[in-house]
């Protein structure tokens, strides 16, 4: 995975200068994220009510599932989609993330906790409810700044967070998340074929941005490698919106070119960028 990013944001700007100097910062973020994963999967919740090296509160599923190493589920035939936004362009001043799974979240008191040790703040949240289910949805904020989330390395972080909590409490929801095959007791039982998955479209949004949306196979790490290669070819991202939905992400990026829209030659650049880094083959490094 790509992280060498430029200075930038979701909800800022970006400059595909100085991609060197975040580099360290990046992987420190992301394997914060990460560890934390193989901590909570080991820890036993029933044993333990703290893990001790990272402060997580452990608190019991909102919705008990039996056998799940087998495939069965006790409480339900069909698991719902599980589903995470992370959205930049709703409120000026922090970035909000919803949360969905049907009806089976609890309260996220853990995945509030895991949040503050990435060093942010939940500073408002709320529940609704859908045909869908229960949206649980959080302001959040840096903790040093009060402002919101302004690099894409953290963002990607608070999504690993989110997914690697729902994975842990939900074993369930493993089957139909990406990070499912290298965290979950149940791997995706299929998987996404991307050159079919893959949808890409740029269109005007005014006279002074572009929206480009982007949908794909999901992976950790694409939010980080999205905005590097928009950034690469000199496109601003102002803000966005980047949702996991399943083994699917989709984002929308409101874009700018030297503060105008994107022209269509530039466009076709920035596309085919994009379908060449999300659709070309990954080759084993044992192979060389």
Known sequence: MSVAMAACSLGLHLSPDNNNNNNNNCFKVLEKSICSVSMLKTTSIADSDKLSSSG????P????????????QGVADIVPTPIVIIDQDSDPDATVVEITFGDRLGALLDTMNALKNLGLNVVKANVYLDSSGKHNKFSITKADTG??????ELLEAIR?????NMITYHPESSAQLALGAAFGLLPPKEQVD????????????GTDRSLLYVETADRP?????????ITDINI???????DTEGLLAKAKFHVNYQGKAIIRPLQLVLVNSLRYFLTRPSTEESSF
């Open 160 to 164: 690993l967070t989110i997914l690697n």
């Open 194 to 205: 991307v050159d079919i998955a893959t949808h890409l479209t740029v269109s005007d949004d």
């Open 236 to 242: 601003a991202v102002e803000s966005g919106e980047f």
């Open 221 to 229: 790490g694409l939010l980080v490698d999205l905005v590097k290669i």
């Open 147 to 152: 402002r919101k989330v302004d690099d894409p």
């Open 61 to 72: 599923r909102a919705t008990a599932i039996s056998n799940v190493e087998d495939g069965n």
């Open 56 to 59: 997580f509160t452990i608190i």
